[in-house]
Protein backbone atom coordinates (compact mmCIF):
# COMPACT_ATOMS: atom_id res chain seq x y z
CA UNK A 1 0.00 0.00 0.00
CA UNK A 2 1.44 3.35 -1.03
CA UNK A 3 1.44 6.77 1.18
CA UNK A 4 -1.37 8.19 -0.51
CA UNK A 5 -3.81 5.32 -0.39
CA UNK A 6 -2.99 4.30 3.13
CA UNK A 7 -5.93 4.84 5.64
CA UNK A 8 -5.58 8.27 7.37
CA UNK A 9 -4.88 6.70 11.36
CA UNK A 10 -2.47 4.37 10.23
CA UNK A 11 -0.05 3.97 12.10
CA UNK A 12 -1.35 6.31 14.98
CA UNK A 13 -1.63 4.84 18.44
CA UNK A 14 -5.10 5.58 20.07
CA UNK A 15 -6.65 5.57 23.82
CA UNK A 16 -10.04 4.72 23.14
CA UNK A 17 -12.07 5.29 27.43
CA UNK A 18 -14.94 3.36 27.81
CA UNK A 19 -13.96 0.61 25.38
CA UNK A 20 -15.61 -2.54 25.85
CA UNK A 21 -19.08 -1.47 25.10
CA UNK A 22 -21.22 0.78 23.06
CA UNK A 23 -20.12 3.55 21.28
CA UNK A 24 -16.74 3.61 22.78
CA UNK A 25 -16.01 -0.21 21.25
CA UNK A 26 -17.16 0.64 18.26
CA UNK A 27 -15.03 3.85 17.65
CA UNK A 28 -12.15 1.20 19.04
CA UNK A 29 -13.16 -1.53 16.81
CA UNK A 30 -13.33 1.14 13.74
CA UNK A 31 -9.58 2.75 14.48
CA UNK A 32 -8.21 -0.54 14.55
CA UNK A 33 -9.95 -1.23 10.63
CA UNK A 34 -8.40 2.12 9.93
CA UNK A 35 -5.01 0.97 10.69
CA UNK A 36 -4.78 2.11 14.22
CA UNK A 37 -2.81 1.07 17.09
CA UNK A 38 -5.43 0.44 19.89
CA UNK A 39 -5.29 1.05 23.73
CA UNK A 40 -8.49 0.10 25.41
CA UNK A 41 -10.05 0.73 28.43
CA UNK A 42 -12.51 -0.50 30.97
CA UNK A 43 -13.46 -1.22 34.41
CA UNK A 44 -11.85 -4.46 33.77
CA UNK A 45 -9.54 -5.95 31.08
CA UNK A 46 -10.33 -6.95 28.40
CA UNK A 47 -9.15 -10.04 25.97
CA UNK A 48 -8.51 -8.66 22.95
CA UNK A 49 -5.43 -8.54 20.34
CA UNK A 50 -3.15 -5.77 19.95
CA UNK A 51 -1.94 -3.39 23.25
CA UNK A 52 -2.84 -4.40 26.59
CA UNK A 53 -6.10 -3.01 27.53
CA UNK A 54 -6.19 -0.91 30.46
CA UNK A 55 -8.58 -0.78 33.66
CA UNK A 56 -9.39 2.08 36.04
CA UNK A 57 -11.84 3.31 37.75
CA UNK A 58 -12.19 7.03 36.15
CA UNK A 59 -14.64 8.13 39.58
CA UNK A 60 -11.75 7.57 41.81
CA UNK A 61 -9.42 10.51 42.17
CA UNK A 62 -6.25 10.82 40.50
CA UNK A 63 -7.54 7.82 38.23
CA UNK A 64 -7.38 9.69 34.71
CA UNK A 65 -3.72 10.87 35.51
CA UNK A 66 -2.71 7.54 36.08
CA UNK A 67 -4.78 6.16 32.79
CA UNK A 68 -2.28 8.86 31.14
CA UNK A 69 0.71 7.85 32.81
CA UNK A 70 -0.17 3.63 31.86
CA UNK A 71 -1.05 4.51 27.57
CA UNK A 72 2.15 7.02 27.86
CA UNK A 73 3.86 3.16 28.81
CA UNK A 74 2.40 1.72 25.81
CA UNK A 75 2.30 4.99 23.73
CA UNK A 76 3.42 7.00 22.57
CA UNK A 77 -0.76 8.51 22.47
CA UNK A 78 -1.45 9.99 18.87
CA UNK A 79 -5.12 9.91 19.46
CA UNK A 80 -7.31 10.21 22.84
CA UNK A 81 -11.31 9.22 22.13
CA UNK A 82 -12.84 9.61 25.96
CA UNK A 83 -15.97 7.86 25.99
CA UNK A 84 -16.10 6.62 29.43
CA UNK A 85 -18.78 8.13 31.00
CA UNK A 86 -21.38 8.21 33.93
CA UNK A 87 -25.18 8.57 33.45
CA UNK A 88 -26.99 8.37 36.69
CA UNK A 89 -31.17 9.48 36.48
CA UNK A 90 -32.43 11.19 39.75
CA UNK A 91 -34.94 14.56 40.12
CA UNK A 92 -32.71 17.12 40.42
CA UNK A 93 -33.93 17.36 44.16
CA UNK A 94 -33.16 13.99 45.02
CA UNK A 95 -29.38 14.21 43.47
CA UNK A 96 -26.94 13.84 46.10
CA UNK A 97 -23.65 14.86 46.39
CA UNK A 98 -21.71 12.00 46.06
CA UNK A 99 -23.73 10.88 42.98
CA UNK A 100 -23.10 14.41 41.40
CA UNK A 101 -19.02 13.88 42.50
CA UNK A 102 -19.44 10.29 40.11
CA UNK A 103 -20.55 12.25 36.97
CA UNK A 104 -18.24 15.10 37.43
CA UNK A 105 -15.29 13.02 38.04
CA UNK A 106 -15.50 10.95 35.10
CA UNK A 107 -17.35 13.08 32.57
CA UNK A 108 -15.34 15.70 33.46
CA UNK A 109 -12.32 15.89 35.63
CA UNK A 110 -10.88 12.44 33.80
CA UNK A 111 -11.12 14.30 30.71
CA UNK A 112 -8.65 17.23 32.04
CA UNK A 113 -6.31 14.07 33.69
CA UNK A 114 -6.34 12.72 30.31
CA UNK A 115 -5.65 15.44 28.10
CA UNK A 116 -2.62 16.85 30.71
CA UNK A 117 -1.41 13.66 30.80
CA UNK A 118 -1.05 12.80 26.99
CA UNK A 119 -1.45 16.35 25.16
CA UNK A 120 2.29 17.88 26.03
CA UNK A 121 3.75 14.94 23.91
CA UNK A 122 1.03 15.16 21.65
CA UNK A 123 1.98 18.82 21.17
CA UNK A 124 5.70 18.16 21.39
CA UNK A 125 5.02 15.76 17.75
CA UNK A 126 3.38 18.61 16.42
CA UNK A 127 0.08 15.97 15.73
CA UNK A 128 -2.90 15.02 18.11
CA UNK A 129 -6.43 14.41 17.81
CA UNK A 130 -8.62 14.59 21.31
CA UNK A 131 -12.40 13.63 20.71
CA UNK A 132 -15.08 13.99 23.62
CA UNK A 133 -17.82 12.22 23.96
CA UNK A 134 -20.37 14.45 24.64
CA UNK A 135 -24.38 14.51 24.33
CA UNK A 136 -27.59 16.21 22.97
CA UNK A 137 -28.03 16.79 26.54
CA UNK A 138 -25.30 19.50 26.49
CA UNK A 139 -28.09 21.92 24.88
CA UNK A 140 -31.53 19.52 25.50
CA UNK A 141 -31.20 18.49 29.58
CA UNK A 142 -33.64 15.04 30.46
CA UNK A 143 -35.50 16.34 33.78
CA UNK A 144 -33.91 13.76 35.45
CA UNK A 145 -30.22 13.28 34.57
CA UNK A 146 -29.67 17.17 35.66
CA UNK A 147 -25.96 16.14 37.24
CA UNK A 148 -25.32 14.48 33.79
CA UNK A 149 -26.68 17.25 31.42
CA UNK A 150 -24.67 19.58 33.45
CA UNK A 151 -21.05 17.53 33.42
CA UNK A 152 -21.69 17.23 29.71
CA UNK A 153 -21.49 20.53 29.26
CA UNK A 154 -18.88 21.44 31.57
CA UNK A 155 -17.53 18.85 29.12
CA UNK A 156 -18.04 20.95 25.86
CA UNK A 157 -16.83 23.90 27.33
CA UNK A 158 -13.47 22.63 28.10
CA UNK A 159 -12.92 21.43 24.49
CA UNK A 160 -13.88 24.88 22.68
CA UNK A 161 -10.85 26.45 25.45
CA UNK A 162 -8.39 23.59 24.90
CA UNK A 163 -8.79 23.53 21.03
CA UNK A 164 -8.00 27.09 20.91
CA UNK A 165 -5.03 27.06 23.19
CA UNK A 166 -3.49 23.67 21.40
CA UNK A 167 -4.26 24.40 17.91
CA UNK A 168 -1.03 26.40 17.51
CA UNK A 169 0.77 23.23 18.37
CA UNK A 170 -0.87 20.86 15.57
CA UNK A 171 -3.29 19.39 18.14
CA UNK A 172 -7.29 19.21 17.47
CA UNK A 173 -9.90 19.18 20.27
CA UNK A 174 -13.64 18.15 19.57
CA UNK A 175 -16.85 17.27 20.97
CA UNK A 176 -19.03 14.26 19.53
CA UNK A 177 -22.54 14.46 20.88
CA UNK A 178 -24.94 11.05 20.21
CA UNK A 179 -28.58 11.44 20.47
CA UNK A 180 -30.72 8.48 21.60
CA UNK A 181 -28.29 5.34 20.55
CA UNK A 182 -28.78 1.84 21.37
CA UNK A 183 -26.16 1.25 23.36
CA UNK A 184 -26.57 -1.39 26.64
CA UNK A 185 -27.25 2.05 28.79
CA UNK A 186 -30.07 2.95 26.89
CA UNK A 187 -31.36 -0.80 26.01
CA UNK A 188 -33.71 -1.70 29.55
CA UNK A 189 -35.93 2.11 28.70
CA UNK A 190 -36.33 1.61 24.96
CA UNK A 191 -37.33 -1.96 25.41
CA UNK A 192 -40.48 -0.44 26.84
CA UNK A 193 -42.63 -0.24 23.27
CA UNK A 194 -44.74 2.87 24.93
CA UNK A 195 -41.43 5.22 25.80
CA UNK A 196 -39.71 3.18 22.30
CA UNK A 197 -42.72 4.92 20.49
CA UNK A 198 -42.29 8.37 22.06
CA UNK A 199 -38.73 8.78 21.76
CA UNK A 200 -38.78 7.50 17.69
CA UNK A 201 -41.37 10.39 17.65
CA UNK A 202 -39.29 13.00 18.52
CA UNK A 203 -36.50 11.77 15.98
CA UNK A 204 -37.30 13.42 12.37
CA UNK A 205 -34.98 10.21 10.67
CA UNK A 206 -37.61 7.69 12.53
CA UNK A 207 -35.37 5.59 14.10
CA UNK A 208 -32.77 5.13 17.16
CA UNK A 209 -29.59 5.41 16.38
CA UNK A 210 -26.66 2.42 16.62
CA UNK A 211 -23.05 3.08 17.74
CA UNK A 212 -22.60 2.50 13.96
CA UNK A 213 -23.67 5.42 13.22
CA UNK A 214 -21.04 7.80 15.37
CA UNK A 215 -18.26 6.30 13.88
CA UNK A 216 -17.78 8.06 10.40
CA UNK A 217 -17.84 11.22 11.98
CA UNK A 218 -15.49 9.83 14.80
CA UNK A 219 -13.18 8.48 12.32
CA UNK A 220 -12.94 11.97 10.67
CA UNK A 221 -11.99 14.02 13.34
CA UNK A 222 -9.24 11.59 14.95
CA UNK A 223 -7.59 11.18 11.14
CA UNK A 224 -5.70 13.48 9.27
CA UNK A 225 -8.41 14.41 6.97
CA UNK A 226 -10.30 16.04 10.04
CA UNK A 227 -7.30 18.25 10.74
CA UNK A 228 -8.70 21.50 9.99
CA UNK A 229 -11.61 20.73 12.50
CA UNK A 230 -11.60 21.93 15.79
CA UNK A 231 -13.76 23.17 19.08
CA UNK A 232 -16.62 22.03 17.51
CA UNK A 233 -19.48 20.02 19.28
CA UNK A 234 -20.64 18.28 16.24
CA UNK A 235 -23.72 15.81 16.68
CA UNK A 236 -25.21 12.54 15.42
CA UNK A 237 -28.92 12.38 16.47
CA UNK A 238 -30.83 11.85 13.06
CA UNK A 239 -32.10 15.29 13.84
CA UNK A 240 -33.16 15.28 17.53
CA UNK A 241 -32.45 18.37 18.27
CA UNK A 242 -34.06 20.42 15.34
Not at 21 to 31: K, M, P, T, V, Y
Not at 60 to 76: E, F, K, N, Q, Y
Not at 191 to 210: F, K, M
Amino acid sequence: MDAASKPPVDGRTALVTGSTSGIGAAIADALERAGARVIRHGLEPVDHAGPPSLAEDLAVAGAGARLASAARDLGPVDILVHSASVQIREPWHSITAEQMERQLRVNLVAFLELVQGLAPDMAERRWGRILAIGSVQQARPHPEMAAYAASKAAQANLVSNLAKQLAPRGVTVNSLSPGVIDTPRNRDALASDEYHRRVVGQIPLGRIGTPADCVPLALLLCSDDGGYITGRDLVVDGGYLL
